[in-house]
């Protein structure tokens, strides 16, 4: 083959790889930014979970992003990358601190990199479930009569804002998470944060319950 030919194949080639190929410069630009930032220093992302003892919950610094793709949704994570608003109450592992807010920021272009990278991460456990939101009255029954979830979740109801901040806040949960990882983890939380203070609801409501409360959890605006 001349020089000429082969020239003109590799820059083919490079173009085809930066340019073509499907999101790869997306996910390998925001790894990069990723490892360049710290992200990993407080986040954990190659799963399975790691804690198993409440000493290593502990030493989390944050919460683990290994199955990310799974969880988020993605105009979500580009948005909330870029002014990341609190999602928990309290400040990650704390039960009395107020969680002030103050996390790292990135750029528009850092953070749609690094969303395409967090939404490469999938756990291979996961099934999806077809869970569709769901604003049913039988769902809110269960989440607010039969199991008391605003007891650590904060909700808004009509104007008013109610209930506890020791879990992630419902408030937008409907744009933020999957609704299928909703569920997933509603049926099994273990598999995603094995040591945190969310009661298992498997065997105490039964699979349709959870289907509806996944539906339900998912319409929260
Ligand atoms: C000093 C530790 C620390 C560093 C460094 C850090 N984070 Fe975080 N991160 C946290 C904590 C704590 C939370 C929980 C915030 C909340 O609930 O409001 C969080 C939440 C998140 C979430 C939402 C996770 C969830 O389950 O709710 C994402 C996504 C995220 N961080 C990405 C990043 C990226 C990307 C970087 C690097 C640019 C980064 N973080 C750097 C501590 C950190
Ligand atoms: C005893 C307190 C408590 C109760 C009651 C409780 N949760 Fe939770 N929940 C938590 C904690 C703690 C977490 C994980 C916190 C973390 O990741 O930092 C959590 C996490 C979640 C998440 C994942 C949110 C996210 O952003 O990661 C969902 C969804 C959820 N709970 C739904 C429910 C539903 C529905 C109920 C009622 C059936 C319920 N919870 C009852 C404490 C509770």
């Known amino acids: 083959m001349n020089f000429r030919v082969s020239l003109v194949i590799?820059?083919?080639?490079?173009?085809?790889?930066?340019?073509?190929?499907?999101?790869?410069?997306?996910?390998?630009?925001?790894?990069k930014i990723f490892d360049a930032g710290n992200c990993g220093k407080c986040h954990q992302t190659a799963g399975p979970a790691k804690e198993k003892t409440i000493e290593d919950q502990l030493a989390k610094k944050g919460p683990e992003l290994w199955y990310a793709g799974n969880k988020f949704q993605k105009p979500f994570l580009q948005k909330w990358l870029i002014d990341p608003k609190p999602i928990r109450g309290m400040e990650f592992n704390s039960l009395t601190k107020k969680n002030g807010g103050n996390h790292p920021k990135l750029a528009k272009d850092g953070a749609d990199n690094v969303t395409e990278y967090l939404m490469s991460l999938v756990s291979?456990?996961?099934?999806?479930?077809g869970i569709q939101p769901k604003n049913s009255p039988q769902g809110r029954m269960v989440f607010e009569k039969?199991?008391?979830?605003?007891?650590?979740?904060?909700?808004?109801?009509?104007?008013?804002?109610?209930?506890?901040l020791t879990g992630p806040t419902m408030v937008g949960i409907g744009d933020r998470l999957q609704p299928d990882w909703i569920y997933a983890y509603l049926l099994n939380p273990k598999v995603f944060k094995p040591v945190k203070d969310m009661p298992t609801y498997a065997g105490i409501l039964s699979d349709d319950e959870i289907k509806m409360l996944a539906e339900y959890v998912s319409s929260l605006k």
């Open 124 to 129: 291979t456990d996961f099934k999806p479930a």
């Open 146 to 164: 039969k199991q008391g979830c605003f007891g650590c979740h904060e909700v808004k109801k009509g104007e008013k804002m109610l209930g506890g």
């Open 10 to 31: 590799m820059s083919a080639a490079a173009w085809f790889f930066t340019f073509v190929s499907p999101g790869h410069a997306g996910i390998a630009e925001g790894k």
